[in-house]
């Protein structure tokens, strides 16, 4: 997977707000995997109780899926 050509500009500009630079080349997947985990740990790490954990997983959910159908 690409993540240069093969994610969307606004699905990029996602990825940067947690520190996933995504570059022009192939990554393995085992780099995808270690980006949903690190995609994962942080919806997780917001808080349930005011909302901010759903408003993480709306805002990281379609890049993760994206992530999760290609580790496969």
Do not use: C, P, W
Not at 19 to 33: D, L, M
């Amino acid at each position: 997977m690409n993540l240069g050509t093969d994610l969307s500009k606004k699905n990029q500009e996602v990825l940067q707000e947690i520190g996933i630079k995504s570059e022009n080349r192939e990554y393995s997947k085992e780099e995808i995997k270690s980006f949903s985990n690190i995609i994962g740990e942080h919806i997780y790490s917001q808080s349930s109780k005011n909302g901010d954990m759903a408003k993480a997983l709306t805002i990281y959910g379609d890049v993760l899926n994206i992530f999760v159908r290609n580790e496969k």
